[in-house]
């Protein structure tokens, strides 16, 4: 990854709050979305999540999950150029 990428990256990942979270509930895939903050080196990512959703149920029970975090939709023709990154 050059450095014009990893700086579109940063920029996507500290411009955005919320994320879509994919968990695992009972085996089938779960996905809601979730408030997020990155660390100042991007080696933690912080949820903001209740006791009382599932996602927390879930991640009880099983560690592995995705976070989606996508650019805002700006209505352009082609929305798969949209910025996009996903972290397991």
């Known amino acids: 990854m050059d ?3 990893r700086r579109s990256l940063a920029r996507l990942i500290r411009g955005t709050r919320v994320a879509a979270l994919g968990t695992l509930r ?16 991007f080696a933690t990512v912080w949820l903001r ?14 560690k592995r999950v ?4 996508s650019e805002t939709d700006d209505g352009r023709a082609d929305p798969q150029t949209l910025a996009r990154v996903t972290i397991r």
Not at 55 to 60: E, I, K, S, V
Not at 66 to 69: A, F, G, P
Request: aromatic fraction near 6%.
């Open 26 to 41: 009972r085996g089938a895939p779960n996905v809601s979305m979730v408030a997020y903050m990155p660390a100042r080196d």
């Open 49 to 62: 999540l209740s006791r009382l959703a599932w996602h927390t149920q879930d991640l009880a029970v099983d």
């Open 66 to 69: 995705s976070l989606s975090i």
């Open 3 to 5: 450095a014009d990428a």
